[in-house]
């Protein structure tokens, strides 16, 4: 949540950092604003997005070499113009952006109204910028020492960047819980701070990740980094190798839908040098050390949120079949305030897109302090969930920058069935004959999701007929149940239209009862082993007169007769058959969402990475 950007140098940082704000507005897109150093501090900031912003400075002088900025997705104070930062001190000498929230904001303003402080915005980041203020007047210290004084007081999470008047070519950076990465470029000689690397690649590939608790204090041709603790670091630079084509729309309307059809690669490039069916071969080289671990483990614990977390869901019914180790899959917000029994034996996976969301990350530190081991299942290299857990194996799906996640499931999905695969082999659970096969089908996915992409102008003539409803049921058994609630979330998330996932034998159950010709019901309809229960349940919705649309198999000619509307999908084994049906829901949404008038990369209220409570 919210996006922050700072740049110091020779170049102009106006263009770096509007550019910079615009690749991160998919963390919130509420309000925008930015500081320059141009003589004095000039700020401006707006409600609305980066582009308002833009629009608002019109011609003003953006003639600098220092400055930052940040687009916001409000937690404290509604988005408008006086909530957005950046803030400025008391003074006005000092400005400063953040993402992350201070819990203990209000006791410290309270004790600064008692020193004469007046707020203008509702922010907590304005009482943190007021509060290293203070700190600078009673201590009468440099402004980095009052930022680490002040960060032993705050309670909360921050990623933040603080300019001084006094000292216009300074930045000061510091994190906690909130990402920060630091690029350095040409020589050493200038600095480019963000959320993450994607306003930074354009310029270099080479990152310092700042660390929870640590400051960097970043001068013309100088950084430097130590804890809050006052001890030094020597800053360990990291070389990307990401493409800048990777972070841009490549002709596509929108992130979403070029993220949807980039599946049959981001899925390939996920087995890359990981499998291979004609050998045999499939080793996952993150997990190395704790393996032996994973192999014994009594049980396996998934932990994620929203759609990772659907992820973990599949992956249950994976793992049990294959690995026939028990799973259980906890939301991450959940499992952090339980008071959890962790075994030894236990190991847990943590999924994560960004690897940053902070549920997910409080679960896992609540788990390691229990003594459990943790692998990470992550996407962006070198976040923070990655850094946290024991061990972990990257999905390799490159950066998903639309706000509703769809490469970035497939490619869990991807890694954690070659997790399963791996354990169930190694712990002979798996015939080779097996195991053979589920490489080789593994290896035809990438080409079965092609196929499926193909469908898309009969899914658009589905999502017109769809378009207009209010609430939809998605079923689905085994498997494909958790696909329905991930179908059922990809269309709340971005057309705003009410959706619920349901095992679909549940639907007696309660559900049945909303069942009418208005309500769209979408079904995972394909040949498994529930297949024939399936088929019962739609005659259940059609007698009912509800609209049914299907997810079935190639050649079904049972079903056609009985839906509405049949979406076919290539046959595979009942394991792998998640990684194909959640395609025509994830281009369904996409349809009915555009055809709604919804901006899909960046629905209302949402925001990519979640690095709030
Ligand atoms: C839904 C979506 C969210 C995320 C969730 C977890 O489309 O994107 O539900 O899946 O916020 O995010 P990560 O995977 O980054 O931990």
Redesign the pocket.
Known sequence: MCGIVGYLGEQEAFPIIIKGLKRLEYRGYDSAGIALMNGSLSVYKKQGKVSDLEEFMGDANVKSTVGIGHTRWATHGEPNDTNAHPHFSADRKLVMIHNGIIENYAVLKQKLILRGHEFISDTDTEVFIHFIEQIQIDNQCELEEAVRIALTEVIGAYAIIVISAENPKQLIAARKSSPLVIGVGRNSQEFFLASDATPIIEYTQDVVYLNDHEIAVIKPNSLQIKDIGNKPTTPYVTHLEMELESIEKGGFDSFMLKEIHEQPNSVHDCMRGRLNAETGHLQLGGINKYLEHLLNSQRIIML????????GLVAEYIFEELARIPVEVEY?SEFRYRNPIVHAKDSFIA???????A??LAAIELAKKEGGTIFGV???VGSS?ARTTHEGAYTHAGP?IG????K??TA?VTVLTMMALMIGRKRGNISDTQFSELLYELETIPAKIEKILQLNDHIKDIASEMQHAENALYLGRGYNFPVAL?GA??LK??SYIHAEGYPAAEMKHGPIALIDEAMPVLFIAIKDNSYEKIVSNIQEVKARKGRVIAIVTEGDDLIPKMADYVIEVPATYDVLTPLLTVIPFQLLSYHIAIMRGCNVDQPRN?????TVE
């Not at 994620?304 to 992820?311: E, L, N, R, Y």
Request: glycine share 8%; with cysteine; charged share 20%.
């Open positions: 994620g949120c929203g759609t990772s977390w659907h992820a991450a999924i994560s897109q960004s690897g940053e969301t549920d997910t992550c996407n962006v969930i998903e706000v509703a996640s769809t970035a499931f869990q991930e979330l990809k998330e971005i949402l925001a990519k990475s979640v």
